[in-house]
């Protein structure tokens, strides 16, 4: 069971270097290995490296296409992330997934300067996902297990569009994945 699930995540991660990454120039595949490195090089625990290449699994398993925001829609692929993750990972790696769009929502209206860190197509879903955070949602944001995780995880998201940048593989990261792994 484990053996056949860190196969279908890999195979996900693989079969999605194929599609392209909201509006950037880089690959879902590459956006993950990049976010996963980063939390690799700043000295993350193996929960927050699994859980910075899992972030966006829900792209990979919905059928909404490659970039549903520019339809209007907002996926909600953090749920859809955490529940295909829940029977397997702890809240250590599930919560900074489910939270990690919440988490750009209060970096804007946390950080002044945040929204115009943002590319593109991050502009764009924040309003499908609701827009900055207000002064009581930060509050209640804050209060969350993990939340701390989450915005790690989100400047981690927001780093790894850089095209052209060479990270390890997949199989480089998944002994992490491994590890966390529950039962
Ligand atoms: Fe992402």
């Not at 970096?107 to 009581?136: I, T």
């Not at 095209?163 to 480089?172: A, C, F, I, Q």
Request: hydrophobic share 40%.
């Amino acid at each position: 069971m484990t053996q056949a699930l860190l196969a279908d995540i890999a195979r996900r991660l693989d079969i999605h270097g194929q599609h392209q990454y909201g509006l950037s120039d880089i690959n879902q595949s590459q956006h993950a290995l990049q976010a996963a490195w980063l939390a690799e090089q700043a000295g993350d625990p193996p929960a927050l490296i699994a859980a910075a290449l899992l972030h966006d699994i829900g792209h990979m398993v919905h059928d909404l296409g490659e970039n549903p925001a520019a339809d209007g829609v907002d996926d909600q692929h953090e749920d859809v992330g955490t529940a295909f993750l829940k029977d397997h990972f702890g809240p250590d790696v599930t919560e900074p997934v489910r939270l990690h769009v919440a988490a750009k929502r209060y970096l804007c209206g946390k950080e002044a300067d945040y929204f115009a860190k943002l590319s593109q197509d991050s502009v764009l879903s924040l309003s499908l996902q609701g827009g900055p955070m207000s002064a009581d949602e930060i509050v209640a944001f804050e209060a969350q297990p993990f939340w701390r995780e989450a915005v790690r995880l989100r400047r981690y998201d927001e780093g790894a569009k850089v095209k052209g940048l060479v990270t390890p593989d997949v199989s480089h990261f998944m002994p992490y994945v491994a590890q966390c792994m529950a039962g």
